[in-house]
């Protein structure tokens, strides 16, 4: 049986030890409502009183709906310090002036979202000297499921270790709201959106093939070409001369 009582202990001291070396006064990460964040948030808040939660919707009905009142949830159940920074008006802005240098495509389109939330994450960070927590579960990166300098874009992640199973099990063990960890996982890129929908694949397969190399064809080709396509997303960029 997993000891999670250990494994906290042990993810607190991991997280207070980023805090000594940066000397940093606190954190701050996204609270998207999903499972990821909140178990991020709770490990966090356990290691550090001054841990902040930023909800930002951006232009996604769900953003202001379902999400917005799960995150709350978790924040007042867990007595974590919430702000909110609505980056939809900003958002437009964006997309209208980089309109007329080119036609956005849909996926550029999308991925203006995560990158608005790392700036904005970056910036309150900096202002206030805190350190900006990661998300992005073992399952995700793996698929490359992220946004290159957006949720990629972190300064340490306690959860990068655990697939998205493991996710849902940590957050049972603290009794986290039965909705964040009932609802399909969702980047509330948009009405509707889903990861697996998104990436043609369940969660469960993909965790079946990390952690044990199984899986049906189809679903080992699909996860052997997310993998492969976004090897990009987990290196450093290239430097002339050290590759």
Same mark, same amino acid.
């Given at each position: 049986?997993?000891?999670?009582?250990?494994?906290?202990?042990?993810?607190?001291?991991?997280?207070?030890?980023?805090?000594?070396?940066?000397?940093?006064?606190?954190?701050?990460?996204?609270?998207?409502?999903?499972?990821?964040?909140?178990?991020?948030?709770?490990?966090?808040?356990?290691?550090?009183?001054?841990?902040?939660?930023?909800i930002m919707p951006c232009s996604s009905k769900r953003n202001y709906g379902e999400d917005y009142e799960d995150a709350i949830k978790l924040a007042r159940?867990?007595?974590?310090?919430?702000?909110?920074?609505?980056?939809?008006?900003?958002?437009?802005?964006?997309?209208?002036?980089?309109?007329?240098?080119?036609?956005?495509?849909?996926?550029?389109?999308?991925?203006?979202?995560?990158?608005? /939330?790392?700036?904005?994450?970056?910036?309150?960070?900096?202002?206030?000297?805190?350190?900006?927590?990661?998300?992005?579960? /073992?399952?995700?990166?793996?698929?490359?499921?992220?946004?290159?300098?957006?949720?990629?874009?972190?300064?340490?992640?306690?959860?990068?270790?655990?697939?998205?199973?493991?996710v849902v099990e940590y957050l049972k063990y603290f009794n986290a709201p039965a909705n964040i960890i009932n609802k399909a996982p969702s980047a509330g890129? +948009?009405?509707?959106?889903?990861?697996?929908?998104?990436?043609?694949?369940? +969660?469960?397969?993909?965790?079946? +093939?990390?952690?044990?190399?199984?899986?049906?064809?189809?679903?080992?080709?699909?996860?052997? /070409?997310?993998?492969?396509?976004?090897?990009?997303?987990?290196?450093?960029?290239?430097?002339?001369? /050290?590759?």
């Amino acid at each position: 049986m997993r000891d999670f009582k250990q494994e906290t202990e042990n993810r607190v001291k991991y997280i207070q030890d980023k805090l000594k070396e940066s000397n940093a006064k606190g954190i701050i990460l996204g609270n998207s409502g999903g499972k990821d964040s909140a178990l991020v948030l709770i490990l966090c808040k356990l290691a550090c009183e001054n841990t902040i939660g930023v909800i930002m919707p951006c232009s996604s009905k769900r953003n202001y709906g379902e999400d917005y009142e799960d995150a709350i949830k978790l924040a007042r159940q867990f007595d974590i310090e919430t702000t909110v920074v609505d980056l939809t008006e900003a958002k437009k802005v964006l997309v209208e002036v980089i309109g007329k240098a080119t036609e956005i495509s849909a996926l550029a389109d999308t991925n203006i979202n995560p990158r608005l /939330r790392m700036t904005t994450l970056y910036t309150i960070a900096q202002s206030e000297n805190l350190l900006v927590a990661g998300t992005g579960n /073992r399952s995700e990166i793996y698929m490359g499921y992220f946004t290159k300098w957006g949720d990629g874009g972190y300064d340490f992640n306690p959860i990068g270790d655990l697939t998205a199973t493991e996710v849902v099990e940590y957050l049972k063990y603290f009794n986290a709201p039965a909705n964040i960890i009932n609802k399909a996982p969702s980047a509330g890129l +948009y009405e509707g959106q889903t990861d697996e929908k998104d990436m043609g694949v369940t +969660y469960a397969a993909i965790d079946e +093939y990390i952690t044990k190399g199984t899986a049906n064809e189809k679903d080992k080709e699909i996860i052997d /070409r997310y993998h492969s396509r976004s090897e990009h997303k987990r290196k450093l960029p290239s430097i002339y001369g /050290r590759d």
